[in-house]
Structures are given as structure tokens and as C-alpha cells.
């Protein structure tokens, strides 16, 4: 079941998600000892990752126990300027104590196949073969794609592999990501949607009809978690 949070701004939106996050840290961290999470890229993470690095947030979360992965990642290295690890390791990861060790990035500067399969094992080892996530970040595009599963490609038919390359026909381009089975086995998944340029589709994707084919994002619906949509009013502002 979906629930859908509105907020006056996008920093309103980013800072709901910090206490989020470190509201699932806490919990996760108090019931098992350790937090996993995947992140996204995109803007309003960014804004996120930089509240959490600061106070009150970055207090709030006993860092060095937080597993780190992420969602999807571009064909790049991981100091290429359209890194999602690079966006993350800026705006978050230099500023807080995490253990290097517990940093877990996907290899963009591979070959997409390989690096798929050297992620899909890290995921393997650190969360086994039916991994759950304690939380998942997500974005949507406003051609209703998430993660790095865009509408008519591949991998939206993937549901063994955990992790997979993608050929994404209109960007020209490989993305490597994680598989909708991996992402709908997540404890908590949180969308982070923020602008008009996301109405249109917004509105599609949570009251239109189903067909995931054309918005992949309508294929994330968790199926032992919750779904929270945090979205600004200028996103929402045809729901
Ligand atoms: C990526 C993302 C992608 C992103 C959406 C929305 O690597 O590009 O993971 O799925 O979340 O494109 O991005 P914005 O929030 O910046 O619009």
C-alpha cells in the first residue's frame, strides 16, 4: 500500500526524507546492528544527503554501523561529474564517519555486464540471495522511469538477476541497476519527487492505468514493505 506525503517545497520534501532516513537507521541499527540503504541519484537526494550531513541529522545516525549501496549508476567512473556515487560521496559520504569498508559502489567504469555481475555478488554476499534492503531510495523521471529501469528496456523483464546492465536506446547509453525483484523485496522504499515538470506523470503513474511497460515506476510496489511517495506541491499539483 502506497502512501502519498505532500510537502510545500523541495527542501521541505529533502528534509522529510533526512528524518526518515534516520529515523529507519535507528531502528534498523537497534533491531539487527547495521542499516542497509540504497541510494539514488538525482537533485532532491542531493539536497537530502546534504541535511543529513549536518546537524541534527548526522548526530542522530550511528554512522559507522550504515551499509551503503546504490540503486543504479551511470557508465562512468566514479569521479566522472555524472557519478551517482561521486554526488553522494560529496554532498554525504566525506562528512560522516562511515567505515570505507561498508561502502558498497557500483563500477561504472567496467564494462556494464561485468560490473552488473561483480555488484549483483557484493549484494549476494552482504544481504544473501533474497536481499532486503532496510530502506531504498528512488526517483522518478518524467518519463516515468526509476532507478535505472526506463521505460521499454530489458531489464524491466528481469526477475532472476539482482543486479543488471541496461541498454538505454534513447539516452545512447548503458546503466547498470538493481532489478524491480531486489528493489520490491525492501523494507521501506521512499520516492523522492519534486517539480511540475513530474506532474503529468505523477498523476499517471499513481491513478492511471497499469501499465508499468510505459512507466516503470508503477512496477515498485513492495511486496512485505511500505511505499511512501514524499513529493513537493508543484509535483502533486494535478493529483
Ligand atoms: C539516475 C537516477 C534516476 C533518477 C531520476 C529522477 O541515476 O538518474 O537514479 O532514476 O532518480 O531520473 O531524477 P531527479 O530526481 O533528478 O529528477
Redesign the pocket.
Known amino acids: 500500500m502506497a502512501t502519498i506525503q505532500r510537502y510545500l517545497s523541495a527542501a521541505a520534501v529533502a528534509e522529510a526524507a533526512a528524518q526518515f532516513f534516520a529515523q529507519k537507521a535507528q531502528e534498523a541499527i537497534a533491531a539487527q546492528g547495521r542499516f542497509t540503504v540504497a541510494l539514488?541519484?538525482?537533485?532532491?537526494?542531493k539536497a537530502m544527503f546534504t541535511l543529513l550531513a549536518q546537524a541534527p541529522f548526522a548526530e542522530q545516525v550511528d554512522w559507522p554501523k550504515v551499509h551503503i549501496f546504490w540503486?543504479?549508476e551511470?557508465t562512468v567512473p566514479p569521479d566522472h561529474p555524472d557519478s551517482?556515487y561521486k554526488m553522494a560521496a560529496e554532498a554525504l559520504l566525506k562528512s560522516v564517519p562511515l567505515n570505507p569498508a561498508n561502502v558498497h559502489r557500483m563500477e561504472g567504469e567496467l564494462d556494464p555486464v561485468e560490473a552488473a555481475v561483480r555488484y549483483e555478488d557484493v549484494v549476494r554476499r552482504e544481504l544473501g540471495d533474497s536481499p532486503r534492503f532496510d530502506l531504498i531510495l528512488?526517483?522518478?523521471?518524467d518519463d516515468g522511469?526509476?532507478?535505472?529501469l526506463f521505460p521499454g528496456t530489458a531489464a524491466l523483464d528481469e526477475t532472476t538477476r539482482l543486479v543488471v546492465a541496461n541498454w538505454v536506446e534513447k539516452l545512447n547509453t548503458w546503466r547498470i541497476t538493481l532489478s524491480r525483484t531486489v528493489l520490491n523485496n525492501a523494507a521501506n522504499i521512499v520516492f523522492?519527487v519534486v517539480g511540475e515538470a513530474k506532474a503529468a506523470v505523477l498523476l499517471d503513474v499513481v491513478n492511471g492505468p497499469y501499465q508499468p511497460e510505459v512507466y516503470p515506476s508503477q512496477f515498485i510496489e513492495p511486496t512485505k514493505g511500505t511505499l511512501i511517495w514524499m513529493v513537493d506541491e508543484a509535483a502533486a499539483s494535478l493529483l
Not at 528512488?138 to 523521471?141: D, I, N, V
Request: glycine share 26%; hydrophobic share 20%; proline share 5%.
Open positions: 539514488s541519484g538525482g537533485s532532491t537526494p540503486g543504479d551511470r551517482n528512488l526517483g522518478m523521471g522511469h526509476t532507478a535505472s523522492l
